[in-house]
């Protein structure tokens, strides 16, 4: 089955600054990779995803990007403000059954 | 985007009762949704695939039994954990597959549960 690796699992970003967290995945026939977003008590809310046959998608601050080849896919985050302070899930799939990566906690200080 | 809503947001009950959890599809019909598990700090991890008018899939180390799976239309499943103990304790979340185009996943807000 699918196996999905997070970096890093806690970030620490200034105000302002970009963040990035990376994921690798391990099953090529994977072809849907979607960002959420948790904040705690809730349930993880979609932020962007991207289909293999792309290679980069951007919304306004946030962008992914996705090298197939080497089967890793990457968050960035510009301009970060408070309210991006939360953890961050990647996820991988062929299918609607979604594999998680292990999450990263990423505080922005003010 | 799509909404899914999921009830109680918090239980607390006593060891040896069941507990029901509601997951709903407000705008949108799902045949399919997914349950999770989520430990403190953890990622989610996949419990079961509930169908619509068919029997739910279970993974591999989830008992059947002891979690209860109802997908009684195509807005609504519903998760029992029955005869519920500490170890129960944990955070559940459903989610419903929105087909506007891809596949998205949209989650419910999640289910506090605390066994006593």
């Known amino acids: 089955g699918e196996n999905v690796e997070q970096h890093p699992s806690t970030l620490s970003v200034q105000e302002g600054d970009s963040a990035v967290i990376k994921c690798t995945y391990s099953?090529?026939?994977?072809?849907?990779f979607p960002w959420y977003k948790q904040e705690l008590g809730k349930g993880p809310q979609l932020i962007i995803d991207?289909?293999?046959?792309?290679g980069e998608k951007k919304d306004q601050r946030i962008a992914v990007t996705l090298n197939k080849t080497a089967k890793h896919f990457s968050l960035h985050i510009t301009e970060t403000q408070p309210e991006d302070s939360a953890v961050y899930f990647c996820?991988?799939?062929?299918?609607?059954?979604?594999?998680f990566g292990t999450g990263t906690r990423l505080t922005i200080i003010p | 985007g799509a909404v899914v809503s999921q009830h109680p947001s918090r239980v607390i009950c006593k060891s040896g009762t069941s507990v029901k959890i509601e997951c709903r599809s407000l705008?949108?019909?799902?045949?399919?949704m997914f349950w999770y598990r989520q430990f403190p700090k953890k990622s989610l991890m996949l419990m079961a695939t509930?169908?619509?008018?068919?029997?739910?899939?279970?993974e591999q180390g989830v008992e059947k039994d002891k979690f209860l799976i109802n997908h009684a239309s195509l807005t609504l499943s519903t998760l029992t954990v029955t005869s519920a103990h500490p170890e129960d304790s944990s955070f559940y979340i459903c989610?419903?597959?929105?087909?506007?185009?891809?596949?998205?996943?949209?989650f419910g807000s999640g289910t506090q549960l605390s066994v006593l």
């Open positions: 989610s419903a597959p929105h087909r506007g185009g891809f596949e998205k996943l949209f």
């Open positions: 099953d090529s026939a994977s072809n849907y």
């Open positions: 991207i289909r293999s046959n792309v």
């Open positions: 996820a991988a799939s062929e299918t609607e059954k979604l594999t």
């Open positions: 705008d949108f019909q799902a045949t399919t």
């Open positions: 509930s169908n619509e008018g068919s029997k739910a899939t279970y």
